[in-house]
């Protein structure tokens, strides 16, 4: 496992998924994801264990595909406590896409989603966007968004 340096927490292996969460990429998101849990726990019990999950914001627009990998994502036997979120854009330009109101609907909908299952999230280079939650803490250039279940507004 690489070290992230939040918390004293670690982080698993990651992919990004670039136009869908339901390709190959996510099948094998979703293994690293269930390793990270199993091993984290294995290896750094004491520890909280995040797994990456980064999507584009084609990927995060379709919330079918979106719901389909979460409801799999959240039966998980051995999950990891919570989930690095990143929306991938590979370019100035990509990142226009991040202010599309239907990327930012897909955004705040994994955020909720994962935050009512108990898991905690941290949103990275969330920039502009950390109106998503209360709880937004800066972090140097990159800023991340830290939601914890509680802060979850219904």
Same mark, same amino acid.
């Given at each position: 496992?690489?070290?992230?340096?939040?918390?004293?927490?670690?982080?698993?292996?990651?992919?990004? =998924?670039?136009?869908?969460?339901?390709?190959?990429?996510?099948?094998?998101?979703?293994?690293? &994801?269930?390793?990270?849990?199993?091993?984290?726990?294995?290896?750094?019990?004491?520890?909280?264990? !995040?797994?990456? =999950?980064?999507? *584009?914001?084609?990927? =995060?627009?379709?919330?079918?595909?979106?719901?389909?990998? /979460?409801?799999? =994502?959240?039966? /998980?036997?051995?999950?990891?406590?919570? +989930? !690095? &979120?990143?929306?991938?854009?590979?370019?100035?330009?990509?990142?226009?896409?991040? +202010?599309?109101?239907?990327?930012?609907?897909?955004?705040?909908?994994?955020?909720?989603?994962?935050?009512?299952?108990?898991?905690?999230?941290?949103?990275? +280079?969330?920039?502009?966007?950390?109106?998503? *939650?209360?709880?937004?803490?800066?972090?140097?250039?990159?800023?991340? /968004?830290? &939601?914890?279940?509680?802060?979850? /507004? *219904?």
């Amino acid at each position: 496992m690489s070290g992230f340096a939040t918390d004293g927490a670690d982080r698993g292996p990651n992919i990004i =998924l670039g136009r869908s969460f339901d390709s190959p990429e996510a099948a094998i998101a979703m293994n690293f &994801v269930r390793a990270t849990g199993v091993q984290g726990k294995k290896i750094a019990p004491e520890k909280r264990i !995040y797994a990456t =999950l980064a999507g *584009s914001g084609e990927a =995060l627009i379709n919330i079918e595909e979106l719901v389909r990998f /979460l409801n799999q =994502l959240i039966v /998980l036997e051995t999950r990891p406590d919570g +989930f !690095y &979120v990143l929306v991938a854009a590979g370019n100035a330009e990509a990142r226009t896409d991040l +202010f599309n109101a239907e990327v930012i609907a897909g955004w705040m909908f994994l955020n909720h989603a994962l935050s009512v299952k108990g898991c905690l999230v941290i949103n990275g +280079f969330s920039d502009l966007l950390t109106t998503l *939650s209360r709880s937004g803490r800066g972090g140097g250039w990159s800023h991340r /968004l830290v &939601v914890e279940p509680q802060d979850v /507004l *219904s």
